[in-house]
């Protein structure tokens, strides 16, 4: 029989705790808990999540539906929308949310996350409540936000049933021990969940997934851009003898190959002999194949440096980690891969897998789907910016955005996954208008976005803000662009050279020049979208959009802040960015 939660062998449980596990949720999840569950009253328990990309939504759906197969009585909340009136209200709470930026909640969160931090926030006493956080440890501020939900509720009184788990990047065995444990605390006067189907945190549904990824032949990959510094590809995928489907505003999940031109640098440079050693998720490989696919070799963070430090007599590194100052890390990571730690910092590892085992699992990289499944049947587009850069007298590149523009045709067909993302969609009425802010590579879903309207004959207006360095050189998807001008598609276009002038322009300066009309656009209803940078350009166009609010709608700041908080509760403020 399968049950709905299984430990699964790379949980941190020993042996003797993950056999606990299981044989209480065979218990807990079948007929035999039910029978010990004497007043068989269901348990409230609610749900809140904050997801920025559509992780940790699923994953909330997820857990919604194994409760509602038991004797629970479960609500699932978007944060963005969540009545934080009843908080203190709630019986059971879990709390999934995901980290964005630098170490801020996903926008869905940022109200709920404000008010929980300030002086506004009621005492919890009894509130029972567990958090799953989220996150990347390559970020510095790893699942901040999840430690901030959990650390707040705890000091407004409410009770942790069972520790926080924190997800870096692969949530499959956090979560399968994350939900054991807060079904363990909840289940005992209250079981009874039909075994039925098996679960993990991904979809794991028949066919193509994270877990299974198909093999995409690549049918388009040429520059759209012209002589000059920036490139940026259409990559066009085939889904020809796949399930796979998506929806525009979803994203493409890539895995990439290392080039293995690097890879055999790194092994020339290593003080073992190359041999047979164990894959991340199991499985023996050779020591070439595991770095082409299998490890993470491109950039560094602090996590790499330290274990590597612990192996290596590398005075510089030592001081390094003693001092565990960001900005040092930073300015030592920055330009910086795997192969200079192997020539710079030579370490003493005993052998190859113990050298692997300082490694990170090589992830899938996500990249915005710039096409409509309605204008190119069985074909998924990707507009891909590729990372070049020289640094410290080498030629690099990104391992993902390179592995596309270069090595795709020279070895096999990339591995591909769908990841939904319900939270970047169009309106669900094609009568709303839309803006659409997307400099350089943000214009893939707005493509996407434009096809699909055009396609369904939305009556909504279309507006679009791109930008870019140079008009000569760097006008992506001009001649589509310009065709939907011609014919109506587009109602308005903007577009920010930043370069052919000599003060840089921007998009958001283009914003706040149609301030007027973007206020009234804004008040007959219209969405509002940004894709593309996260670290500067996304916060200046939200700065962007709260000057238009103050100087067109007459708002005080307060006023403009709330009117663009409520956007995003009506979601017509959507943001991908990255
Ligand atoms: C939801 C989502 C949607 C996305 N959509 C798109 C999209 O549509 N198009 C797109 O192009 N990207 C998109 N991205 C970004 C994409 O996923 C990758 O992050 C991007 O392609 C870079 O990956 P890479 O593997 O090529 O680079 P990596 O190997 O990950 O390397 C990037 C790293 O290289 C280093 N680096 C980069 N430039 C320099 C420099 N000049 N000097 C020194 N070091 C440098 C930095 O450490 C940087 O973090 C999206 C990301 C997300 C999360
Ligand atoms: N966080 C990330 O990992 C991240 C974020 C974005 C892009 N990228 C990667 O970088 C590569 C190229 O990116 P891209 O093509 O999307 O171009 P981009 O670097 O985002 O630039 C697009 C346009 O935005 C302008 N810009 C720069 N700062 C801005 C600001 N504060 N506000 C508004 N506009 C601003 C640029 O002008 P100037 O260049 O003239 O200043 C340029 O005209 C891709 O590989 C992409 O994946 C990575
Ligand atoms: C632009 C960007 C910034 C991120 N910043 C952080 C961060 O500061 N700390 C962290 O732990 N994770 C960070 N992450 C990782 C996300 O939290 C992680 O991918 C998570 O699974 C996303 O979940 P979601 O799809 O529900 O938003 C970041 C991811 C992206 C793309």
Same mark, same amino acid.
């Given at each position: ?345 030579? !370490? @003493?590892?005993?052998? #190859?897998?113990?050298? %692997? +085992? ?7 990289? *996500? /990249? ?117 001008? !011609? @014919?109506?598609?587009? #109602?308005?276009?903007? %577009? +920010? ?7 840089? *322009? /921007? ?72």
């Amino acid at each position: 029989m399968v049950f709905p939660i299984q430990i699964p062998n790379d949980a941190p449980f020993n042996a003797e705790q993950r056999a606990w596990l299981n044989d209480f949720l065979t218990k807990a999840l079948t007929q035999e808990g039910k029978q010990t569950n004497p007043s068989n009253s269901s348990v409230p328990v609610t749900v809140v999540y904050g997801s920025q990309t559509g992780t940790a939504e699923s994953i909330a759906k997820k857990l919604v539906k194994t409760l509602k197969k038991g004797n629970f009585e479960p609500e699932i909340h978007d944060m963005a929308t969540y009545d934080r009136s009843r908080l203190a209200a709630e019986k059971n709470l879990l709390v999934i949310t995901s980290t964005y930026g630098d170490g801020e909640p996903p926008d869905t969160a940022t109200d709920l996350h404000a008010w929980l931090m300030s002086d506004a926030a009621p005492r919890l006493e009894g509130v029972s409540y567990s958090v799953l956080a989220l996150g990347d440890s390559s970020y510095p501020d790893y699942c901040k936000c999840g430690i901030e939900f959990d650390t707040r509720l705890l000091a407004l009184g409410a009770n942790r049933i069972f520790s926080r788990v924190d997800v870096d990047v692969d949530p499959d065995a956090p979560y399968a021990e994350w939900s054991a444990g807060i079904l363990s605390m909840l289940a005992p006067s209250s079981a009874g969940i039909p075994a039925s189907e098996p679960e993990s945190a991904d979809a794991v549904e028949a066919g193509y997934s994270k877990t299974n990824p198909f093999r995409a032949s690549v049918v388009q990959n040429y520059n759209l851009n012209g002589p000059g510094e920036k490139q940026t590809h259409q990559i066009a995928l085939s889904l020809e003898g796949s399930d796979l489907s998506y929806e525009v505003g979803d994203a493409l999940g890539v895995y990439p190959l290392n080039p293995a031109a690097v890879v055999d640098e790194i092994i020339a440079n290593l003080p073992f002999k190359p041999s047979i050693v164990p894959a991340p998720d199991g499985g023996e490989v050779t020591l070439r194949e595991a770095l082409i696919q299998h490890y993470d070799i491109g950039s560094l963070n602090k996590s790499v440096i330290q274990k590597w430090q612990a192996k290596s007599g590398s005075p510089f590194l030592r001081s390094l980690v003693a001092a565990d100052d960001k900005k040092a890390y930073d300015d030592f990571c920055w330009g910086r891969d795997l192969i200079d730690l192997v020539i710079d910092h030579p !370490a @003493d590892f005993a052998d #190859a897998e113990d050298f %692997v +085992a300082n490694l990170k699992k090589l992830q899938p990289r *996500l /990249y915005s789907i710039a096409s409509s499944p309605r204008a190119h049947l069985g074909e998924v587009h990707l507009c891909v910016g590729i990372v070049r850069y020289d640094s410290y007298g080498r030629k690099r590149g990104g391992i993902c955005s390179t592995f596309l523009a270069d090595r795709v045709s020279l070895e096999m067909a990339p591995r591909v996954y769908v990841h939904s993302n319900t939270a970047f969609r169009l309106p669900a009425s094609g009568d709303t208008d839309v803006i659409m802010c997307g400099p350089g590579t943000g214009i893939a879903p707005f493509r996407a976005f434009l096809e699909d309207r055009k396609a369904t004959a939305a009556k909504g207006k279309n507006w679009l803000f791109f930008g870019n360095p140079h008009r000569a050189t760097d006008y992506l998807y001009q001649d589509e662009i310009e065709g939907y001008i !011609a @014919d109506g598609t587009l #109602a308005k276009f903007d %577009v +920010a050279w930043s370069r052919d002038q000599k003060e840089k *322009l /921007y998009v958001q300066h283009l914003m706040v020049q149609n301030g007027a009309e973007l206020w009234t656009w804004l008040n007959h209803g219209a969405a509002f979208y940004v894709c593309g940078d996260a670290s500067r350009m996304a916060k200046d166009v939200d700065q962007a959009l709260h000057q238009v609010a103050e100087d067109h709608g007459k708002l005080t700041s307060a006023e403009a802040a709330a009117f663009i908080s409520q956007l995003k509760k009506e979601k017509r403020y959507l943001r991908d960015v990255y």
